[in-house]
């Protein structure tokens, strides 16, 4: 779609370099530099290192990285997004949006990766609702947590989908984001720049509604049992020090879903203010997009440092000590055993 009224006004004589898609752009790939590499460390280190009692948590552990590097991949790489907040548009800088695929579509698989995440949280609370022997009302077959999650994640594609699937007049659109952001960066007539919203439409607002809230009452059913369990419930079989474990983890778990949250939470919490008085600021919008795509290096550092044996990996990686321990034992033993030849 051509802009065919571009605002030649010189009222962006004042926007600086951090106002800039190249800006936005070349930070969204210094990010990848370092969140991809971490991220294949943090699989292979789920894969190898995960314990014999952390064996029940490899798989869910596996499935929530993968969704967290999919969501890292969609702010870095494939959609690199470039929002004109206060308004619902924006322009794809990414890899999706130089093969063509419409911004309108790659929206929509960025709302998916976010309700994905929701259900791999119901998935890690699940985990560890499962492992506690007291709860008597859990998932205990295997083909039946398969139908109940695969059902979830049908639920995550189709929750969102009736919005993207009406049409809108962009012009129209358009017209009415300019009538709040008088002199958009120049970026905002590139043909590639989609409106989503205009403004008090129903369809999105009970999409997320709803898909939001089945993540929330699902994951409230798993964690609160847990909790109640492990805390009031006494059992003569189990062990102080199995439930102190099973405390740990479910500890973990918590903690790791949390910490990433943060870096989506608070540029939302700004776009919704910025929404609420009418506050249109490039740069600032830049910078919370930014802080959304360092959602993908949190959630790896959470996994890696949260959990004691990965922790202990990464470090025995860059010390190199647990390499030496095995090189001085291999070297004791060979030293062992031509002394007591000599002896013979």
């Not at 990010?31 to 894969?47: G, Q, R, W």
């Not at 890690?124 to 059902?151: H, S």
């Amino acid at each position: 779609m051509e802009w065919k009224d571009f605002n030649q006004s010189d009222c962006r004589a004042n926007y600086s370099y951090f106002w800039s898609a190249d800006y936005l752009r070349n930070a969204y790939h210094i990010t990848a530099f370092f969140t991809i590499p971490l991220s294949l460390f943090t699989f292979y280190t789920i894969v190898k290192v995960t314990p014999k009692r952390m064996k029940s948590m490899k798989t869910p552990l596996l499935i929530a990285h993968a969704w967290s590097v999919n969501l890292d991949l969609m702010f870095t790489v494939y959609s690199a997004p470039y929002v004109f907040a206060p308004s619902a548009s924006g322009v794809p800088l990414g890899l999706l949006g130089a093969l063509g695929i419409g911004v309108k579509w790659q929206s929509y698989w960025g709302q998916v990766s976010l309700t994905m995440m929701g259900v791999c949280l119901i998935m890690l609370f699940e985990n560890r609702q499962n492992q506690i022997t007291t709860i008597k009302l859990k998932i205990k077959n295997k083909r039946t947590r398969l139908i109940y999650f695969g059902f979830n994640y049908v639920f995550a594609l189709v929750v969102m989908l009736p919005f993207y699937l009406e049409n809108s007049d962009q012009m129209e659109k358009r017209k009415l984001i300019l009538q709040r952001i008088p002199c958009p960066t120049i970026e905002f007539w590139d043909p590639k720049t989609y409106v989503l919203l205009k403004g008090g439409e129903i369809t999105p607002f009970w999409s997320i509604t709803i898909g939001f809230s089945a993540i929330f009452f699902q994951a409230l059913f798993f964690l609160f049992p847990t909790i109640y369990h492990l805390t009031m419930v006494s059992n003569a079989k189990v062990s102080d020090a199995t439930k102190n474990l099973q405390k740990k983890f479910l500890g973990y778990v918590s903690i790791q879903v949390s910490i990433p949250w943060i870096s989506i939470a608070f540029p939302t919490a700004y776009i919704m203010y910025a929404d609420k008085i009418n506050y249109y600021n490039q740069a600032y919008n830049n910078n919370s997009m930014l802080i959304m795509a360092n959602h993908g290096l949190l959630s790896t550092c959470s996994t890696l440092f949260i959990y004691k044996p990965y922790r202990d990996f990464v470090v025995s990686v860059l010390t190199g000590k647990k390499a030496e321990a095995k090189r001085m034992s291999i070297t004791v033993g060979s030293m062992g055993s031509r002394v007591a030849s000599i002896s013979n």
